[in-house]
């Protein structure tokens, strides 16, 4: 059974860097084709991709945030980091991890999501 | 960079009712790429359909997927009330590598 949890501060303050867990279980990050990505989601909005990392430790990044994001794996504690610089007030959101499908080719398994106010 | 629009933002249904939602991309996508979620909410997005057409696991027979090139279709073909959610199309692969549409939400007349 595969699941993924975020963790991570509910607040964090304007210009601050966010570091964000994603601890995942029932898979393994060294698996052929078998992604990680996080999404995040203002609150009343849409789903917008931010990062996704590849069993092979290829990284891909939103275009738009690419030079605030870092995004790593630690195979052997089954988690993925990604880190976000220069927080302002619209990055608050919820933000989710989820498993991209070496078969599916998409998220099929995603976390339950955590709260990240950006606010002094 | 490609871009996802969803018709309508809302559609307002009955239970029983069909329900035809789209997906429109500005360049072409690849079938095997496109893929809709639905989401209730305080809930995580939930993997519907994946490309364009496959039910993922555990997906009632009543959601089925279509469209090839740059027009897509999700289709409930009788509304049940846990159907009453917002749903996003998805695509993989082209630039920007994820890109997800704005959503449409199915709500109760």
Known sequence: QITLKESGPTLVKPTQTLTLTCTFSGFSLSTSGVGVGWIRQPPGKALEWLALIYWNDDKRYSPSLKSRLTITKDTSKNQVVLTMTNMDPVDTATYYCAHRSDRLLHFDYWGQGTLVTVSS | ?109
Do not use: H, M, N
């Open chain 2, 1 to 109: 960079e490609i871009v996802l629009t969803q018709s309508p933002g809302t559609l307002s249904l009955s239970p029983g009712e069909r329900a035809t939602l789209s997906c429109r991309a500005s360049q072409s996508v690849s079938s095997s790429y496109l893929a809709w979620y639905q989401q209730k909410p305080g809930q995580a997005p939930r993997l519907l359909i994946y490309g364009a057409s496959s039910r993922a696991t555990g997906i009632p027979d009543r959601f089925s997927g279509s469209g090839s090139g740059t027009d897509f279709t999700l289709t409930i073909s009788r509304l049940e009330p846990e159907d009453f959610a917002v749903y996003y199309c998805q695509q993989y692969g082209s630039s920007p590598l994820v890109t997800f549409g704005p959503g449409t939400k199915v709500d109760i007349k």
